[in-house]
């Protein structure tokens, strides 16, 4: 399974993290981390959460819980052993080595990201890339679209607890509109409908049968 690291720019917005989050546990990629993109996750958390208008107690309980989900549902995400290899990158931001050093030791494909200035190519081992989070989501939704659709559901299912109930139609505008999602939402909006147009259709009843057969059950 495709091996894919996440950055806190990544994890930080809502939608986006349930979304990315939401296809692995569809099982279409494996998601890691470094302990500090954790530790940078919970910070901005609460920060967004209090600059919202919330109480900086309940901020605070809400962004730890959020850290406590992700260890829980995702328990061989979190990358440890990586800080022998940290600063031999030689990365224009020291500050983003601990990611390089994880997705080596986790054996990671990509590093998810918005800040692909600062991982330079040349400066990245063989076969590790750097993706926007719209680049991936195209890549990863392009293996099962319809997988895809499972893990909107399941995100309109959830909602409405912090936040406002949504829609599966919500969710995908949200995703272009955002998040910029725009191929990866065409995949699943097709999908959507090929398997509506696929559905077999429903048997009618003959209304020249007798009236008992109309109302037979299955295993009659």
């Given amino acids: ?65 959020l850290i406590e989900q992700m260890r829980q549902h995702f328990d061989d995400a979190e990358v440890g052993g990586w800080e022998g290899l940290e600063g031999t990158y030689g990365l224009p931001d020291p500050d983003d080595e601990h990611l390089v050093a994880a997705a080596v030791v986790a054996n990671a494909g990509a590093i998810i990201t918005l800040n692909v200035r600062d991982l330079p190519p040349d400066k990245l081992p063989r076969g590790l890339q750097v993706l926007t989070p719209k680049e991936f989501a195209a890549n990863t939704v392009s293996l099962d679209p319809v997988r895809a659709c499972a893990a909107v559901a399941a995100i309109a299912r959830r909602s409405g607890r912090f936040g406002p ?12 509109r955002r998040y910029g999602m725009t191929s990866a939402v065409e995949m699943m909006r097709q999908a959507a409908a090929d398997t509506v147009h696929l559905r077999p259709p429903q048997p009618r009843v003959n209304e020249s049968e007798p009236h008992r057969n109309a109302h037979a059950s299955p295993t009659e």
């Fill in 165 to 176: 109930k949504r829609t599966e139609e919500d969710i995908l505008e949200v995703l272009v």
């Fill in 1 to 65: 399974m495709f091996t894919a690291l996440l950055d806190t720019c990544v994890l930080w917005p809502d939608l986006q993290r349930d979304f990315l989050l939401s296809l692995a546990i569809e099982g279409m990629y494996r998601p890691v981390w470094s302990s500090v993109v954790l530790e940078e996750l919970e910070y901005e958390q609460r920060a967004k959460l209090i600059e919202l208008g919330g109480d900086a107690g309940e901020a605070a309980k809400r962004a730890r819980h």
